[in-house]
C-alpha cells in the first residue's frame, strides 16, 4: 500500500506528540486526531510492514498509558499547572510548551495554553488565531521543566480564614493560626520571594519599553487569593492586627454582585477555600493592594540585609502607561492584548473572560465550532464556555497569554493601576462583568477613581531594579 505523504505524520513529530501523552493528552490539540488515525493505519491494521510487532506494542501502550493517566488526573482533580502552586494538591513543576527547529514543515507555532481540568482545555482558545504560521521552517514541540521546588502541604489545610481557631475581639474575630499553619505559610512567603528575587521569567516577563522609559517586570498573572492570604497571614503572625483589618477582603460583595444572586455562595466559599486558590484576589480596597506591594518590598529587604547578591528591587503597582505597554506587548494602538480586533478568534472561541450576556447579539456562532447550542442562562463567557452559570472570574492562568507572556490582561478582573503623579488609582482591562467595549485596552474606567473594593477587581504587581 502506497502512503499518502500529504495525510502521514512524520515518525520524529509522531513520537513527540505520544510522549507527551503521558503527561497532558489534549484531545483538541490539531493534530490528536490526525496522530490517532496513524496509529490506527500502521499499528492496528495487520500485515503492515512499517513496525515490527514489538514496536507496535510498544506504541499501544504508550497511547494507552496516557488515556489512563489523563483519565486518572480527570477523576483525581491532580493535574499539573504552569503556576506551580496551583489546584487542590499545589503541584511541585512546572511544565511548559515551546518549540525547536527540527520536523515537519509549515507547523503552527502554538502559544502555551494551559490544560489542567477541563477549565484550562476549554478557556484557551484555539490555535487558529492565537498562533503565528511559520512558513518555510521545521519544528516539533518539547518539553522543559522550570526547576522551582515546593514545599510539601501539611496534612492539615493551609489556613483558611472559615476553619482556623479564632480569637474574639469587640470588633473582629481573628483567626489563630496552629504552628503547623505558621510554619506551612512561612515557606509559601519564602517561595514568592525566592521568585521575585531570581525574577523567573515564567512569572515576571522583563517588560522592554521605548521613549527612555526604564523597563521593568510585570507578574504574569493577576494576584491570586493563596498569594494574598498568606500576606494576610504573615500579617496576623507579625502581630499586624490593624493592618490585617485594614487590608482583608469584604467578602459579603460577592452577594448580588452584578446585579446576580448567582453568585453568592462566592461569599461564602471565594477567599477561603483552597479550590479558589489561584483565582484573583477581588474585594480588596486600594489600601489592601498597596499595603501588600509594601509588605513584599519589605520582606525583600530582610533578604538583601543578609544576601548582598539579591537584587533591590521597588515593588508597585503599575502606573497607567506602564500598563498600557505590557497589555499591548508593545503593539501602537493595540485595541486587545492579542493580535486581532476582535474577542473572538476565527473558530469563535472567546480571548477572554467577560459578560455573556452584555453580547449575546454580537457574538459569532458556532462558537469553537462545537458550541451551537449556546446556554444562555450563563452571565459569562467563561461560564458559558464551561456550561456552569455559577462561574465568574476563572484561574489567572486560563486562556493565552500576549506576546510578552502576560495572562488575562484583558477581562477576567479589572486591574488597579496609578492613574497619574499623585497616586490617584483607576482601573484597567475590563472584568467578568464587562462587556466588548471596555476590554478595549484603551476604553474608559468603568469605575470611580479609586475605587471600592469589588468582586469584578483586582490587581497585579510591577517590579523594579533599584540603581
Request: hydrophobic share 35%; glycine share 2%.
Amino acid at each position: 500500500m502506497k502512503r499518502d505523504e500529504q495525510s502521514i505524520i512524520s515518525e520524529t513529530e509522531l513520537n513527540a506528540l505520544l510522549a507527551r501523552a503521558f503527561l497532558n493528552l489534549d484531545k483538541n490539540h490539531n493534530k490528536t486526531e490526525k496522530v490517532m488515525e496513524t496509529v490506527a493505519q500502521y499499528t492496528l491494521v495487520k500485515n503492515h510492514q512499517t513496525f515490527t510487532t514489538f514496536k507496535k506494542a510498544l506504541l499501544l501502550g504508550i497511547v494507552f498509558a496516557g488515556f489512563v493517566f489523563c483519565a486518572f488526573a480527570f477523576f483525581n482533580h491532580n493535574t499539573d499547572s504552569h503556576n506551580n502552586y496551583v489546584n487542590n494538591n499545589m503541584v511541585s513543576q512546572i511544565k511548559k510548551e515551546t518549540l525547536v527547529e527540527t520536523a515537519p514543515k509549515k507547523e503552527i507555532k502554538k502559544v502555551f495554553a494551559l490544560k489542567t481540568k477541563a477549565e484550562r482545555t476549554v478557556l484557551s482558545a484555539e490555535a487558529d488565531d492565537l498562533v503565528t504560521q511559520v512558513e518555510g521552517r521545521n519544528y516539533q514541540w518539547q518539553e522543559f521543566q522550570v526547576n522551582q521546588t515546593q514545599p510539601s502541604e501539611p496534612a492539615q489545610n493551609f489556613a483558611m480564614l472559615s476553619n482556623t481557631s479564632q480569637e474574639k475581639t469587640d470588633e473582629y474575630v481573628f483567626p489563630v493560626l496552629t504552628e503547623k499553619e505558621m510554619k506551612y505559610n512561612e515557606k509559601q512567603k519564602k517561595r514568592m520571594l525566592r521568585l521575585i528575587t531570581k525574577l523567573n521569567n515564567a512569572y515576571y516577563p522583563k517588560i522592554k519599553t521605548t521613549d527612555g522609559m526604564p523597563s521593568f517586570y510585570m507578574q504574569a498573572a493577576e494576584i491570586t487569593n493563596l498569594e494574598y492570604r498568606t500576606f494576610l497571614f504573615d500579617l496576623l503572625i507579625q502581630g499586624k492586627k490593624e493592618d490585617f483589618l485594614k487590608a482583608k477582603p469584604s467578602q459579603d460583595l460577592w452577594i448580588n454582585a452584578a446585579d446576580q444572586t448567582t453568585f453568592n455562595y462566592l461569599a461564602k466559599d471565594y477567599f477561603t477555600e483552597k479550590k479558589y486558590n489561584d483565582y484573583p484576589v477581588v474585594n480588596i480596597s486600594p489600601q489592601g493592594a498597596e499595603m501588600y506591594c509594601n509588605w513584599l518590598e519589605s520582606e525583600l529587604e530582610l533578604i538583601n540585609a543578609k544576601d548582598n547578591k539579591a537584587p533591590k528591587v521597588k515593588i508597585s503597582l503599575p502606573n497607567e502607561t506602564e500598563w498600557m505597554i505590557a497589555a499591548s506587548a508593545g503593539r501602537k494602538n493595540a485595541m486587545y492584548p492579542w493580535p486581532h480586533d476582535s474577542i473572538q478568534n476565527r473558530v469563535n472561541c472567546f480571548m477572554a473572560n467577560c459578560c455573556f450576556q452584555k453580547l449575546k447579539e454580537k457574538i459569532r456562532l458556532p462558537i469553537c465550532n462545537n458550541h451551537e447550542k449556546v446556554d444562555e442562562s450563563c452571565y459569562t463567557t467563561a461560564g458559558m464556555m464551561l456550561r456552569d452559570p455559577g462561574t465568574a472570574s476563572v484561574l489567572v492562568w486560563c486562556y493565552n497569554p500576549n506576546a510578552f507572556g502576560l495572562y488575562a490582561m484583558s477581562g477576567n478582573v479589572s486591574e488597579l493601576v496609578y492613574a497619574d503623579e499623585n497616586k490617584n488609582i483607576k482601573t484597567k482591562g475590563g472584568n467578568w462583568a464587562s462587556d466588548f467595549e471596555h476590554l478595549v485596552l484603551n476604553s474608559e474606567d468603568e469605575f470611580e477613581l479609586n475605587p471600592k473594593a469589588s468582586p469584578k477587581i483586582g490587581f497585579r504587581i510591577i517590579i523594579k531594579i533599584k540603581m
